[in-house]
């Protein structure tokens, strides 16, 4: 089964507008991670963030954290046609076991 | 830099037939992963290999999902005999390490079956 939960499933905004997405996860976790999929395409990530981190940001691309309430967010700024794609978040955990697991993704479509 | 190279990119075949995929990670990259992704749904995990040796495959169905990674470079994924419900996309992806960083993924073979 998956680890994470993303919400919204699907979200459509105008370009220029700000895109927040959602990702709830189960377990404890040494990092979480976000990528994105373009359509018929393969993953690529965005932006890690520790377990001991509460914010980060990557140009347009800000990440929040919260480890209390096993949640995290992807807001991105200023968003543009280019950005419509799946958003995935990840979330990592190093040991015996060490493995991503992947959320069910938010689809973001940006209209002009 | 080259990427993950995967292929083929598409494939067709009827149930009970077999498959193979084939992935060649980032040069250097200790960690290979196998992952399958139903349309719209999110990656799941079903092999991770360190070098050549064997890490998860715990959510791979064994009866029928093989995956070797001889020399501990490229890597295949086979599937036999093939069922409806595994038409998806394979995707393969390689990080540096263990340590769960950053993956890079190859564009993913997309499977159908018949």
């Known amino acids: 089964s998956q680890q994470g939960e993303e919400d919204p499933q699907a979200l459509s905004i105008q370009e220029g507008e700000n895109a927040t997405m959602n990702c709830s996860y189960k377990t404890s976790i040494n990092n979480l991670q976000w990528y994105r999929q373009n359509s018929g395409r393969g993953l690529v990530h965005l932006i890690l963030?520790?377990?001991?981190?509460r914010e980060k940001h990557s140009g347009r691309l800000r990440v929040t954290l919260d480890t209390s309430k096993k949640s995290s967010s992807l807001l991105i700024t200023a968003s543009r046609a280019a950005d419509t794609a799946s958003y995935f978040c990840a979330s990592g955990f190093t040991g015996t076991a060490s493995k991503l697991t992947f959320g069910t993704g938010t689809r973001l479509q940006v209209t002009l | 830099e080259a990427g993950v190279a995967q292929s083929p990119r598409y494939k067709i075949i009827e149930k009970r037939q077999s498959v193979a995929f084939w992935c060649n990670p980032i040069?250097?990259?200790?960690?290979l992963y196998w992952y399958q992704q139903i349309l719209g749904q999110g990656p799941k995990l079903l092999i991770q290999f360190q070098n050549n040796g064997v890490v998860d495959d715990s959510q791979l169905p064994k009866d029928r999902f093989s995956a070797e990674r001889l020399k501990g470079v490229d890597s295949t994924l086979k599937i036999q005999p093939a069922k409806l419900e595994d038409s998806a996309v394979y995707l393969c992806?390689?990080?540096?390490?263990?340590?769960?960083?950053?993956?890079?993924f190859g564009e993913g073979s997309r499977l159908t079956v018949l």
């Open positions: 040069s250097g990259h200790a960690t």
């Open positions: 992806a390689s990080s540096l390490g263990l340590a769960t960083g950053e993956l890079f």
């Open positions: 963030i520790r377990s001991n981190e």
